[in-house]
Structure formats: C-alpha cells, structure tokens
C-alpha cells in the first residue's frame, strides 16, 4: 500500500525538468535578485542574503514569552540520520473512575508542510506564536493528547542545478534538489530534541519521548528554524510525495513514522499555489520571451483556468509568455485537470519545455490518491488542513479578483524590464492593507508580503478528500481560530466520531468496552458544546480575535 517510485525513476525526471533553469531573467530576485516575491515588511527584515535562517525575524503577533529562541541550524537534511523504532506505551488507565474498563489509545501522525520561500516569514511567525491553540484542541475531555507523532517538511526542491547560486540554487551540503522532501530537525537539540537521531517529535503515554519541555515550544523552534531561503518555485505536493513514497533518496527511515493504526494528519502553510512541475519541464528557463513575466506567474498560467477557458491560450486569455493584463471573478477560476502524460505518474514522458495544450504541472487527483492508499479507511483515517492563498470571509478584501496585471519588476538587476507581469494577491492580513501603491501601477509590495496568491492547485488538492479537507486563509492577521478548529477536528472526525483507536486489553468485556466509547464520546460531544470549542463561523471568528 506504500508503494514507492525508485529513484532511478525520480531523479532522470527531475533533472530533465529543471534543466532549463536559470537564475537571470525575470525571476524573482533573492540574495542574487533572483528568488521568490520578497517586500520590505513593516517591522520584518528578510534574512535572504543574509545568511540567516529567519529565526530572528520580527513580526506580529509577537512570540509567548517563554517561547524557546530560534537557532540557527546546520542545514542538516536529516537524511542520514536513523530512526529506530519505540515501543508502545504500556497499558494505563485513563481515570480512577474507569479502572476496570480498558484504555483507549488515540494515536495521530502529524506532519506539516510549511513554506519556507522569502514572503514567508510572517506567516512562519504567525505559526509559531499560535501552534498551542492545535495542541490544546487535540486534547480529549480529561485533557489528554494523544500518541502523537509530528513531522515538518519544507517546500524546497531546488532547481536541479540550473541555478548556480540563490535560494533556487545548490545547497551548502550540495543538493541540487534542495532537501529533497526530508523531514527538517535542523538545531534540534538546542530546541530540546532529546534524540539526536530523531526525525520526528514523539508523544507517548502522555509522556515526551524524545524530547523535554513543552510540546508547542520545542515544534515552534524547529518550525522558525526553516527559516526563509528556499526556492520561491515551491513544491508542495511534490515534497510530500517524496517524503512518503519514493525509495532512493535516503527518505526510507522516515517513511517508518506513519502507523497503520493510526490517524493521518497533514497541515499546509503557505503563500502560494503549488508548483510540482512534471519532468523536463523548461518553463522556468532564462528565456529571452519570458523575461517579461515572474517565474512563479508561469506556474498560473499553465495550471489554472477561468470561466473554463486555459489562460496560456490567446486573448483574452494572458497568454504563454503573458502579453497582456487578465481579471475574472476567483469563484470563475479552477485547476487544470488536463495534466501532461510524464513519468512520474508512470506513463510516457512529455516535452513540456514549450507551450503545450496540457498542463505541464502533475496531477494533483494521483498524489492525492496515493495517500488515500496508505490507509484502510482514508475517510475516515486522513484530515488534510490547507492555511494557504484563500480569501478572508470576514474581510472586504475577500472580493479580491483573480488578476494578472504588471507590477514594479522585483529583480532590479534586470534594467531592460522595469515592470513584468505577475499573478497579484487573492488576500491581504487585515492589519496590512495596501495603501503604498506604486505610482504606475498600482501594486502594493508591502502588503503583498502580508498577502498570498490564489491557491487553486491547493484548493483542488485539498478536495480530493472531502469533508476531511479543510480550508483556510493564510491572510488571518493570527492563526489562533484556525489552528485551534484544526486541531478539534483532528481529535474528532467530521462525522462525530473520534478518530482511529486501539484498546489496550485490560480484562474488560464487551459491555464495559461498550459503556467505555459510550462515555467518551458523550463527553466529546459536552466539550464540543463548551467554551473550548473554536468558533465555526465567520463572524465568531472575526469577533474572537477583536479588532485585529
């Protein structure tokens, strides 16, 4: 059920896409103008070019105090490190009151999947200041989390080399594939990772086994740790699949993190839409007729569509290199489904270094489906949560349009294009509106550091599961609700029952066991019903977090 693709397979294929890429042209500019959308936020300096990890980046909210400082980490992939499998709690009751019934073991495997491009940082901020409200939401009735195991991965595949240097570029341990959908502990232990080879935190019998101190604390100082100097081309669903499913690139350990028995938990944050681009893909080569646009309009305009119609073809559309400006309602614009035939998905390859009539990104339908095999009952079993580019119900700028119109060229270096085209954003933070536009046109790049860009890949992924897929708006000026409502529906599942359990035999027979779930879930419902339970509703939302 874990089926896995070698890696004579993958890594052909990735070298055949990235090799045409080039760090010159109109991409986006990083520590040699060339990366993701980079603003000078208000309060928040980007560590690109620095040589920073962005642990030490200021933005709002401010961080507990308490909380455990960022550390600059090796930039360790965790590759080679060897997890060695730990053994089950042994049996505990839950309660004096239930001492002669059986407990009843939760167990949840949790993995994040952050961005970590340059326009990340104050939304990896936002993470770190609010993962406790998760925490507390997965608790049960009598406070108790459950067995938990919590991974973090990075959106970063780098360009197979066609970048020589930059965020796109080699790694300093010389990856060309970035970290390769590794789990990321980078300065573990200066966060409080007791294990040295771990490569996933673990919660055990309500007890921490392979670190101290607090659980919130010690995530939100490996999740700063990311920092945010990874390829601004972002992969989402591509590092995914190869953190779960390819052999070969030394991800085999890791792959042992996910239990059978237990429930699947995967969280996305980021800013932008996916773009797992097929093999031999030269779409974000220095291209003399692409120098107009941004790198990352090019994944847009060959993945999504509106009013039905591909927005790579001729006008009105914006077309392939883009020529022209483009507006539509977002209710109007969707996900390609017309992914070109290539090798990953195991069919024939297609040369999508040229305009082509499919779209040149993967199927989002056959990632989506290889992790639904993982488990016996994905309905049930699997919660996907995307924090990504959507509009804010609650804000006036919910009715921001789907638009591509030019903006001031972020790579300053290039004098031959002082403006490109470039996908504007879906949201803005409320707290940071635009309200500097450019005098030519129109864009505000300080707030659309705060604001993120259509996610209809993510949108379109994240249905493929359901009422076990949730959507929110990385725009929240905090993510306090929203992590909150996250963690409540991964400890019960939309349907009102709690998610996978084991029953540890305690002698119990079937009626005990019987009154044992009877009691839980009631007490389930009673603390649905209670104060702790995060507002549903728009306007609960808006009013639990003031003014803000």
């Not at 400082?69 to 089950?88: K, R």
């Not at 991800?251 to 093999?279: H, Y």
């Not at 992590?483 to 939309?494: D, S, V």
Request: aromatic share 6%.
């Amino acid at each position: 059920m874990n089926a896995r693709l070698p890696v004579a397979v993958i890594l052909p294929a990735l070298v055949g896409f990235w090799s045409g890429c080039h760090s010159g042209g109109g991409d986006r500019p990083s520590a040699d103008a060339a990366s993701d959308r980079l603003p000078s936020w208000d309060g928040v300096q980007d560590a690109a070019g620095a040589g920073g990890t962005g642990g030490t980046l200021d933005a709002s909210p401010a961080i507990p105090d308490g909380a455990a400082p960022p550390v600059s980490g090796a930039g360790g992939s965790g590759g080679e490190l060897d997890a060695s499998s730990i053994d089950g709690p042994p049996p505990r009751l839950r309660d004096a009151s239930y001492s002669d019934v059986p407990f009843v073991e939760r167990k949840l495997d949790l993995i994040f999947i952050v961005d970590n491009s340059p326009s990340m940082a104050p939304k990896q901020a936002k993470l770190q200041a609010q993962f406790p409200r998760l925490i507390e939401g997965l608790k049960d009735s009598n406070g108790d989390l459950p067995d938990l195991r919590i991974a973090i991965l990075d959106t970063d595949l780098g360009t197979g080399g066609a970048w020589t240097s930059g965020s796109c570029g080699p790694q300093s341990n010389g990856s060309i594939y970035g970290d390769q959908g590794k789990f990321q502990m980078r300065g573990a232990a200066a966060c409080g990772v007791t294990d040295p080879q771990a490569l996933w935190l673990e919660y055990a019998a309500g007890t921490p086994a392979n670190f101290t101190g607090d659980l919130a604390t010690v995530f939100g100082c490996l999740a700063t740790n990311l920092g945010t100097e990874g390829c601004g081309e972002e992969h989402q669903l591509q590092t995914l699949e190869l953190a779960l499913f390819v052999g070969g690139l030394g991800n085999e350990k890791q792959q042992t993190m996910l239990r059978p028995e237990a429930a699947l938990g995967l969280v996305f944050l980021t800013d932008e839409d996916d773009c797992s681009a097929a093999p031999n893909d030269g779409m974000f080569g220095d291209k003399d007729g692409l120098r107009g646009e941004s790198a990352s309009l090019r994944c847009a305009t060959r993945s999504h569509a509106c009013g039905g119609n591909d927005l790579s073809g001729p006008p009105p559309a914006p077309g392939y290199p883009t020529t022209t400006a483009f507006e539509a309602p977002l209710a109007s614009c969707s996900a390609r489904t017309d992914a070109c035939p290539n090798a990953l998905d195991g069919v024939s390859g297609t040369d999508t270094s040229e305009p082509t009539s499919c779209s040149p990104l993967r199927d989002f339908s056959t990632i989506a489906g290889k992790l639904k095999q993982l488990k016996a009952d994905p309905a049930t079993q699997i919660l996907v949560a995307g924090i990504f580019g959507w509009p804010l119900a609650s804000d006036i700028y919910s009715t921001e349009p789907y638009k591509i119109a030019e903006i001031p060229n972020p790579n300053t270096y290039d004098k031959g294009h002082p403006q490109v085209f470039d996908l504007w954003p879906i949201c803005y933070d409320p707290n940071h509106r635009p309200s500097k536009l450019d005098s030519t046109t129109g864009f505000d790049p300080d707030a659309a550091g705060w604001g993120a860009y259509p996610g209809l890949r993510m949108s379109a992924f994240i249905d493929q599961f359901g009422a076990q897929g949730l959507k929110y708006s990385i725009c929240a000026p905090d993510f306090a609700d929203v992590l909150g409502q996250i963690g409540h529906k991964l400890a019960t599942n939309p349907y009102g029952a709690t998610f996978p359990v084991t029953v540890v035999d305690g002698g119990a027979d079937a009626a005990a066991d019987a009154a044992m779930d009877a009691t839980h879930d009631a007490a389930i419902d009673a603390r649905e019903a209670g104060a702790d339970r995060p507002s549903d509703t728009a306007s609960d939302h808006a009013a639990d977090r003031g003014s803000g």
